[in-house]
């Protein structure tokens, strides 16, 4: 037993470390499935999965492993974020998120069942009246439509109850913002990273290809590429990750590149320790928390490019996303418009929460902020 | 000041920008030909239900739209048309793509101009005043106002706007009147809403990042010197403390244009039917017209490209400190 | 006698902040003769840089203030003006000098801007005429090529160059009061001396008052007529340098000036002050030296040393000389 540990130790040895083995090893059996899942079998994953369980490994690894190795320093920090109160309310409410996306589609209707008689009911609390046309009297007459508590959010002008579409919506939205966010803070730490390390030439293409990618305008991109490869949730997903890496990069760049020339840095060059050694151990942890801070501060902007190119048509028609129920609401306006308020308030709720618990986090993690 | 390095490095600016909108181009061009839908394609589906014969038009159509020849070909005269100034033929709306541009650029500028300054001026006052009132209620105030501004999506601003002004209290038509002057009292009218709907993110951040800027000068040993020279209170900070805030200020403001302003005009335009470019774009997805979004695309590209460098050459001027050799 | 432009009485300058209430000056007297140098000695810490900012009102109100005292620049109690009436005074009447130029000067400036302003401000006179007066007084701080490197930002300027400049800046509209906050701190030893030197000028040339702030000894010697002694935002002792240097009465001044090495005799170990400086928040009872003192009493601890005069012009606060009048009888 111990001989094959031992085994072990010395393969991750050779590669750097057990976490680089394990990253080796998932993106290896990932690599195989999803070459098998395309050409053998029939589909034994969504494309999500994949991106859930590659982002979870890297997050698992070099995120919540060095917090809880340096146990007492995260918890030193977290009695910092806890004085900010508004840090907290959001962090409250994107439990409150996570508990309705998780727990919510058990309790609530099919958010896609389309029902013409049950449709233009207001939210509890309100009454509209509608004028409806009758074929039998060829006549216009108004009929009063109050709202019922199996519909508590309301419907819109298709019968789909909005609360149910809403709860489907909080799960579009996490799952989008958590995976999209991953995506472009791995691709921006490891270009930042080696741009800063490496240097010289390598330095000037990454920083010239960043500069293209950083002229297109955010948002346009993203359509422009929806619109070219068409709507699907995974790839929209993929795509914001692909194009939202740069101002990760460009920050993490400048943040290794300070760290490089610190005293610690060379102190631990002047010791001997070796150039991976010296990225892994010293730089990253460094680096970390400038990571976590901006990925809470990107995945509102993350989650809003979604929402906006659902709400102007290029979501993914099959996924009941806060940006598509916006877009309905939009269309009858008139007619229902508590479809176009509510998940809007949801929206801007959210992106409030992040931005809270992102401040928070960035003041928390500032030595010169009087907490 | 003079500064006899400025010139190599304009110059030295000038090759990046270039080297940059070359790539700009490359990329573009990329993802046009090597997306699973070609142009054609598209304008099959409308031909189609045209009822022509669809080979025959496949043919005239690669024929016109050089798909039948080489790759690199296609690359060349793609590039070679751009350099002359020739964007393509859009055929949703019967016209040069270049004419289209010329007749709709003036709404999307116009909106963009009149937010920057409705954000800017508003902003940047509330962010010196917020910072030179720290800790005050009108500090707190503002700062958790400008948190609400940032996190409002503006298309749901614009959406809630049209809801409130338009529909229940009929103050603003919902839709845009191109027919009006330009300069006309009523242009601004029907543009208050969706400058406020575009400038409120943007006001938002910039009391933001003034206030930071400020709140780093405030500390600075200069400001105490300028004191204990007797100076009013009004040119330490208006002079003396501003105008060294100012300098990361420009950068981020500009920064910012690229990604937050031009995808929010581009959404306001949809959600309020304004005809600039970002809604000439937007009608050409849905009508596959190619040739429209990639210009559109191409353009706002090279526009943050050409506001970057100014941006930068203008940054040198005011900050006597940097050099750049 | 000559008058004194600047008195000082019982000035307390408190800092009230989350963790307590610091009493960086507690009652501090003190008067600057006219066209004298009067050096404010003491080590980091003691309040010597709190009262010079107190002088000219620049106290960061919250969390600080000026909470007893008077301070009476030519018979006006400086405490009681209005801000407008201050803001006039500050650069006019009182300038003042700060301990490091780099910071001290706005960057993004040039030096030449930065002295005219001050001269457009208080003197009244258009922009060709103060920029001449920058260029000439730029030349009497020592600087070489003053027209040259009047357009000059801070940054462009070497460290003792920037330091004179400042000097420059704040004699700009020829004041009465000069106060320099460690001016020769932050410099190395040759531009140390240069420094001094433009001080000295400055002296014979014009007839300005000097508070001069530091804490080295060796800079009070050389440029100083009178000097106070300040601990813990107390005063220790005062009097004529050579005075007070030759004759040190309190312990503390006393170990202040065996601590300076003496490059003439041969030692194992430097002298020094054991203990040390008492929180200014929760300051101890009695004299606030004697938890350092070798020669502490029983009443060192209970109550505050009064003012006692030991000689002429010299002042000490001690308990040591309780009673002893001037002329050294008991």
Not at chain 1, 341 to 353: D, E, I, K, R, Y
Not at chain 2, 27 to 50: C, E, K, M, W
Not at chain 2, 246 to 260: A, E, K, Q, W
Request: charged share 15%.
């Amino acid at each position: 037993m111990t001989n094959r540990l031992n085994r072990v130790k010395s393969v991750a040895r050779k590669v750097g470390g057990i976490r680089r083995l394990i990253l080796i090893l998932m993106a290896v059996s990932l690599g195989t499935t999803a070459l098998l899942d395309f050409f053998v079998v029939e589909k034994i994953f969504g494309p999500l999965v994949y991106l859930y369980i590659a982002l979870s490994t890297i997050v698992g690894l070099y995120v919540i492993y060095p917090l809880y190795a340096g146990r007492r320093l995260t918890k030193y920090y977290w009695v910092r974020v806890k004085r900010n109160r508004l840090a907290v309310w959001g962090l409250g409410f994107i439990l409150f998120l996570i508990l309705l996306a998780l727990i919510g589609p058990f309790f609530t209707a099919d958010p896609t069942a389309v029902s013409f008689e049950e449709k233009n009911i207001p939210p509890l609390g309100f009454t509209i009246e509608e004028s409806v046309y009758e074929p039998e009297t060829e006549q216009f007459i108004a009929k009063t439509i109050t709202a019922t508590g199996e519909h508590p959010l309301g419907t819109d002008n298709k019968g789909r109850d909005l609360l149910a579409m809403i709860v489907s919506g909080a799960g579009v939205s996490l799952q989008v913002g958590l995976l999209a966010t991953g995506i472009a803070l791995t691709i921006g730490t490891l270009i930042g990273v080696m741009s800063a390390y490496l240097g010289g030439k390598m330095d000037n293409i990454l920083m010239r290809l960043t500069d293209v990618m950083m002229a297109f305008p955010f948002f346009l991109l993203l359509v422009f590429i929806v619109f070219i490869f068409g709507p699907n949730l995974a790839f929209i997903v993929l795509v914001i990750g692909l194009t939202g890496w740069t101002g990760a990069a460009r920050l993490i760049r400048s943040q290794t590149l300070s760290l490089r020339t610190r005293e610690f840095v060379m102190a631990s060059k002047a010791l001997g320790a070796s150039d991976s050694r010296i990225i892994l151990a010293h730089l990253v942890p460094n680096v970390i928390s400038l990571i976590i801070v901006m990925a809470t501060l990107s995945i509102p902007g993350v989650i809003l490019a979604e929402a906006a190119l659902s709400f102007i048509g290029l979501g993914d028609p099959n996924v009941t996303s806060w940006g598509m129920v916006l877009r309905a609401g939009q269309q009858s306006l008139d007619t229902t418009w508590w479809v176009a308020v509510v998940p809007g308030v949801m929206l801007f709720l959210t992106v409030l929460a992040f931005n809270f618990v992102g401040d928070g986090l960035r003041d928390a993690f500032d030595p010169r902020s009087a907490l | 000041m003079k500064k006899s390095w400025l010139r190599g490095y304009i110059a030295k600016r000038l090759l990046f920008a270039v080297i940059v909108a070359w790539g700009i181009l490359t990329v573009t061009f990329i993802l046009v030909r090597v997306g699973p839908t070609s142009p054609a394609d598209h304008y099959l589906a409308n031909v189609a239900a045209q009822g022509q014969d669809p080979s025959q038009v496949v043919a005239a159509i690669e024929a016109r739209y050089g798909l039948d020849r080489p790759l690199h070909q296609q690359y060349l005269s793609y590039v070679g048309n751009l350099a002359r100034g020739n964007l393509g033929w859009s055929f949703s709306n019967s016209m040069p793509v270049i004419a289209l541009i010329k007749t709709h650029w003036i709404y999307s500028f116009q909106l963009i101009l009149l937010s920057t300054i409705f954000a800017g001026v508003i902003g940047i006052l509330i962010g010196i005043f917020s910072a030179v009132r720290q800790y005050t209620k009108t500090d707190y105030a503002a700062t958790f106002l400008s948190f609400i501004g940032i996190s409002i999506p503006n298309f749901w601003l614009g959406v809630m706007l049209i809801l409130l002004f338009s529909v229940k209290f009929g103050l603003f038509k919902t839709y845009y009147d191109t027919s009006l002057s330009l300069l006309s009292l009523a242009n601004f009218r029907q543009l208050i809403l969706p400058v406020i709907t575009l400038g409120t993110g943007m006001l938002a951040g910039y009391v933001r990042y003034t206030r930071s800027a400020m709140l780093d000068n405030l500390r600075k040993d200069f400001v105490r010197t300028a004191r204990a020279k007797g100076l009013p209170e009004r040119t330490v900070i208006g002079k003396h403390v501003l105008r060294n805030a100012m300098l990361p200020l420009i950068t981020i403001i500009m920064f910012d244009l690229g990604s937050i302003v031009f995808g929010g005009a581009y959404l306001t335009e949809i959600v309020f039917g304004i005809p600039g470019l970002g809604r000439v774009s937007f009608n050409a997805i849905f009508a596959a017209d190619y040739a429209v979004v990639v210009a559109v695309t191409l353009i706002s590209a090279f526009l943050i490209l050409i506001i970057n460098l100014v941006t930068d050459i203008t940054y040198t001027y005011l900050d006597p400190r940097i050099r750049y050799d | 006698m000559e008058k004194p432009i600047l008195r000082i009485r019982n000035l307390k300058t408190y800092f009230f902040t989350r963790r307590g209430t610091v009493r960086a000056v507690d009652g501090v007297d003190f008067d600057l003769l006219k066209g004298e140098c009067l050096c404010l000695v003491g080590e980091s810490g003691c309040g010597k840089t709190v009262t010079a900012l107190s002088i000219l009102g620049l106290i960061d109100s919250p969390p600080g203030r000026v909470v007893d005292g008077e301070i009476y620049y030519d018979n006006v109690n400086l405490l009681k003006c209005s801000p407008e009436q201050m803001r006039r005074l500050r650069g006019k009447e009182i300038a003042m000098v700060f301990q490091d130029a780099q910071s001290a000067l706005n960057p993004v400036f040039t030096i030449g801007d930065q002295i005219a302003e001050q001269v457009k401000l208080h003197l009244g006179v258009g922009g060709g005429e103060a920029r001449q007066r920058a260029v000439d007084l730029l030349g009497e701080v020592g600087i070489p090529s003053p027209e040259k490197e009047v357009d000059y930002y801070p940054h462009q300027l070497s460290g003792g160059m920037k330091q004179r400049a400042m000097i420059a800046m704040s004699l700009s509209c020829d004041p009465q009061v000069l106060i320099a906050d460690e001016p020769t701190t932050a410099v190395d030893v040759t531009i140390k001396a240069q420094i001094l030197d433009v001080f000295q000028r400055l002296r014979e040339t014009r007839q300005m008052s000097l508070l001069f702030i530091t804490h080295e000894l060796g800079v009070v010697s050389e440029i100083g007529d009178r000097m106070v002694v300040m601990y813990a935002g107390r005063l220790a002792e005062a009097a004529a340098v050579t005075e007070l240097l030759g004759d040190p009465k309190h312990p503390y001044t006393a170990g202040l000036i065996k601590c300076v090495p003496d490059i003439t005799k041969t030692r194992d170990r430097l002298e020094s002050i054991p203990g040390t400086v008492p929180s200014l928040i929760d300051p101890p009872r009695g004299c606030l030296f004697h938890p350092r003192c070798d020669q502490a009493m029983a009443i060192c601890s209970q109550e505050k040393p009064p003012l006692t005069m030991v000689g002429k012009g010299h002042t000490v606060f001690c308990h040591l000389y309780n009673g002893i009048k001037g002329n050294g009888e008991q």
